[in-house]
């Protein structure tokens, strides 16, 4: 035997810290250092107006939160994410009374008004391969959500198809932006699925 201490030093987590914008992330969160692109390119086409109700699905440590909190309309922002760790950081990098916080799946949460716009960058790895299913979860829960006027704003893997759900489930869906990676949508006039 031997004391752990000394041969598993190196072994330990250096705990949360901050990147570079000044946002505290964790070690195994997703985009634990840096802000990820597909995000940053969604917050940057995001308008102006979001309503006062709002709701980030699978907020991570809270990028695309901070971004939608810049707006003084909002008058709550909830925001869902799985990952405890996550949602502790988020916690962190988002001291805004408008901020609500639940430690939630988001397929099975219910919010608690019906919401103006629903933001997300939805998980897209269940297991090794990219797997669409938990991405068009989260959409029928954005559906399910949002008022009868409601906006969804996604951004998404180029490769993953999420078309046929968004047409499914909303009457008006067009493609905004993105590149070769990634692809950003904007959805308007949900259908109300059942779970
Ligand atoms: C692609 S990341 C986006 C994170 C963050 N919005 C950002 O832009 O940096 C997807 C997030 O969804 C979370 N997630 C995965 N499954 C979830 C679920 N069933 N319910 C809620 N959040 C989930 C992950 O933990 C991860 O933080």
Not at 15 to 44: C, E, Q, W
Not at 64 to 82: D, Y
């Amino acid at each position: 035997w031997f004391p752990a201490s000394e041969a598993f030093a190196d072994w330990t987590s250096p705990g949360p810290g901050r990147i570079t914008d000044g946002y505290l992330t964790a070690p195994g969160v997703f985009s634990a250092d840096g802000i990820d692109p597909a995000s940053a390119a969604l917050a940057d086409a995001l308008p102006a107006k979001l309503g006062q109700s709002v709701a980030d699905f699978g907020a991570g440590w809270g990028y695309l939160s901070a971004r939608i909190l810049q707006r003084p309309e909002i008058a709550v922002l909830h925001v869902v994410e799985a990952d405890h760790t996550a949602l502790s950081c988020a916690r962190a990098n988002l001291e805004d009374p408008r901020a609500k916080f639940y430690w939630a799946d988001v397929p099975g949460w219910t919010s608690p008004e019906r919401l103006d716009t629903v933001v997300m960058n939805p998980p897209f790895h269940t297991t090794r391969n990219a797997d669409p299913a938990l991405g068009q979860a989260f959409i029928a829960a954005a559906a399910r959500a949002l008022k009868p006027a409601g906006h969804l704003w996604m951004v998404a893997n180029r490769h993953l198809p999420y078309e046929t759900t968004l047409a499914e489930l909303f009457g008006e869906v067009s493609e905004v932006g993105g590149d070769g990676r990634f692809k950003l949508f904007h959805a308007q006039r949900p259908s109300r699925p059942r779970r």
